[in-house]
């Protein structure tokens, strides 16, 4: 077992012989991949928002799968900023800026997306196989099932607007889908990138696509490695900070808090165990899975253990922040004089001589590697 704290301020529950103070904290996981999906064809969607998991108001979250040649159709969204992970297979992107500039992307495995809020855009499967994707939107209210969808808007246009609108006449739009088509469906799009019906091309000036587990990871130790993407690499990105973080075989994502953000978690691989503390004494371990979700509010305590003693753990993590901060015990600790630490805790200069004179961030089965 992980670390473990009782709370001097609630013996009924720290009296309860369980680790969770589950009256005090709410649930913090969420099974998403075990979730009913939204599909059409074989193209799915599954959501984390706070309906599914009420705690996550800062962020929500979504997995899709696309077919080759299907499409999310044509959308934007109100309420949130989109930031994309490609899981696995490929996918490609348009998206038009308010400028009615445009650019088209091709993503495969640890490419990334950023979509600014209120920008339209699509994605369709380009194969072969499924496309598999994660999606972090900076707001926990958001829901992928309540997007502006150009079906939605113009099949509820009428039509001599629409006519009017495109130089149309109104027997040309007979066809028009009259409800919310969300997932179309195409043959695979060809290979080569077309140019966009107006002709020509009006780049962007700052690209939608990062390849982010093309880089170098930012940390790299024995216990594990982390990649990390924020404005500073990626500066479209302005409001959400991401890692990829792999935890060796009982590795131990070490005790910290992050003072400018919610923390959204999936895991990609593997089986892990988060800490959370809330304040007063308010304490809860929870297990995730492959495919389970996990959110830590911004200030909260906590920590990721993996739990295997031989299998790697991967977790996608998305901050809804442009500047990450994290504040980690180790670092905490080892910034105090050791009179301060011994008043507080009552060690000994025995204790204090063991305790990381830098930084842990990441500790091996065995303890921070020395
Ligand atoms: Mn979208
Ligand atoms: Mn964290």
Redesign the pocket.
């Known amino acids: 077992m992980s670390a473990e704290t009782k709370s001097n301020e609630s013996a009924s529950h720290a009296s309860s012989g369980q680790n969770n103070h589950e009256g005090e904290l709410p649930a913090y996981t969420y099974a998403l991949e075990a979730a009913e999906a939204k599909t059409i064809g074989k193209n799915t969607a599954r959501e984390a928002t706070v309906v599914e998991l009420p705690i996550s108001v800062g962020l929500a979250g979504v997995s899709m799968r696309l077919e080759p040649g299907g499409m999310r159709e044509l959308h934007w969204h109100a309420t949130a900023a989109e930031w994309g992970f490609v899981v696995e297979g490929n996918c490609r992107t348009t998206l038009v800026d308010p400028q009615g500039r445009s650019e088209t992307n091709d993503f495969g495995p640890g490419d990334v997306w950023y979509f600014p809020k209120g920008h339209p855009h699509s994605i369709q499967g380009l194969g072969p196989g499924i496309c598999h994707f994660i999606l972090i939107f900076d707001n926990g209210y958001f829901s992928e099932f309540g997007t502006f969808s150009i079906t939605d808007w113009l099949g509820h246009t009428p039509k001599s607007i629409l006519a009017k609108n495109l130089g149309c006449t109104e027997g040309d739009l007979e066809n028009i889908p009259d409800h919310e088509v969300y997932f179309a469906q195409g043959p695979v799009p060809p290979a080569v990138q077309a140019p966009p019906i107006r002709g020509g091309l009006l780049d962007c000036p700052q690209t939608h696509k990062f390849r982010m587990l093309a880089q170098e990871p930012h940390l790299s130790t024995p216990a594990g490695r982390e990649y990390l993407v924020d404005s500073s690499f990626f500066p479209i990105q302005t409001t959400i900070t991401a890692v990829v973080l792999e935890l060796e075989p009982g590795a131990l994502r070490e005790l ?1 808090w ?1 003072p400018t953000a919610d ?1 959204w978690q999936y895991v990609l691989s593997g089986n892990v165990q988060d800490t959370l503390f809330g304040s007063h004494g308010r304490y809860r371990i929870e297990n995730l899975k492959k495919g389970d979700v996990g959110y ?1 509010p911004m200030g909260y305590g ?1 920590s990721i253990e993996n739990l295997s003693d031989t299998e790697p753990a991967r977790v996608l ?1 998305g901050f809804n922040t442009g500047k990450y901060a ?1 504040v980690n015990l180790s670092n905490w600790l080892a910034g105090n004089p050791e009179y301060v630490l011994s008043d507080n805790f009552g060690w000994n200069s025995e204790v204090i001589k063991k305790l990381p004179r830098s930084e842990v961030f990441l500790a091996g089965k065995g303890g921070p590697i020395r």
Request: aromatic letters at 0%.
């Open positions: 910290h992050h923390e830590i906590h993590i994290t």
